[in-house]
């Protein structure tokens, strides 16, 4: 797979207000990667905040997740510029960066993701361009991988247009649970004030023309169907964990 071709095609479906549906893993494993790599999505997220993926395991992550032709993505869990530099040489085809609070802050992981003259990232042989094989064609992808940013805090939101103002940002993607937390509104999905923070985010979106995405947790297709019909462009559909747990639980009917 060429990801800086998948890239792209992500970015111009985004640019012609078409959605982009993708899937988040948690998961370190490389069977559960091609399956998920298989399923159809656009992008595969590998979540190193909250799933056990370690940094040596991503490259047979990456690898499995392309056979499918789908993009592997990594959830940062800090955005750390040695972490950044490590998802992005393992393979990852660009970064989504949690808890976001401002424009010098997504800069910063935005430069670090950068190989020079765009950024400030280390240049190098790496899994990503094939140990070198691949070197050339690798400095442009290595000029913009796929940016993501997480609104996941009030902060966010009162410096939102800053944040969406950021050059080379692509999507931004909504951590309701976080964001709610951040409120003292933990979970309380249907409070007047938490939906007056995701309208407000979701009208700057609009401004700026900045996709905005959110997480459809449990695989339901008629949230998704929802989402989209409400304008969210980068969504990501469940999680391998829960997809498991929505479908192994032991049917009713057997009287258990």
Same mark, same amino acid.
């Given at each position: ?128 361009? #094939?140990?070198?094989?691949?070197? %050339?064609? +690798?400095?442009?992808? *290595?000029? $913009?991988?796929?940016? !993501?940013?997480?609104? /996941? &805090? ?69 949230? #998704?169907?929802?989402?989209?019909? %409400?304008? +969210?462009?980068?969504? *990501?559909? $469940?999680?391998?964990? !829960?997809?498991?747990? /929505? &479908? ?9």
């Amino acid at each position: 797979m060429n990801r800086n071709d998948k890239i792209n095609a992500i970015r111009s479906s985004l640019s012609n207000g078409k959605p982009s549906i993708g899937s988040w893993m948690q998961i370190p494993n490389s069977s559960v990667a091609e399956i998920m790599g298989q399923a159809g999505y656009d992008w595969v997220a590998v979540d190193l905040e909250h799933g056990s993926v370690c940094v040596h395991q991503l490259p047979n992550i990456f690898r499995a997740i392309e056979l499918g032709d789908t993009l592997p993505l990594a959830r940062l869990a800090n955005g750390h510029a040695k972490e950044c530099k490590q998802v992005l040489d393992a393979g990852a085809g660009g970064v989504i960066v949690p808890m976001i609070e401002s424009a010098e802050q997504l800069i910063q992981v935005r430069d670090a993701c950068r190989w020079p003259p765009a950024g400030k990232r280390g240049v190098g042989f790496s899994r990503a361009n #094939l140990f070198g094989k691949h070197f %050339e064609d +690798y400095t442009k992808e *290595a000029q $913009s991988p796929l940016l !993501v940013a997480m609104i /996941e &805090n009030i902060s966010a939101i009162e410096n939102l247009e800053e944040i969406l103002a950021v050059d080379g940002l692509d999507a931004i993607f909504i951590g309701p649970y976080d964001l709610s937390a951040s409120m003292g509104l933990t979970g309380k999905f249907e409070d007047f004030e938490f939906l007056s923070a995701m309208e407000k985010i979701h009208n700057l979106c609009k401004k700026y023309k900045v996709p905005g995405g959110i997480h459809v947790v449990s695989p339901d297709p008629d949230k #998704l169907k929802k989402c989209i019909a %409400e304008g +969210y462009k980068f969504i *990501a559909y $469940s999680i391998d964990a !829960v997809i498991l747990h /929505e &479908n192994s639980s032991l049917p009713s009917i057997i009287g258990k």
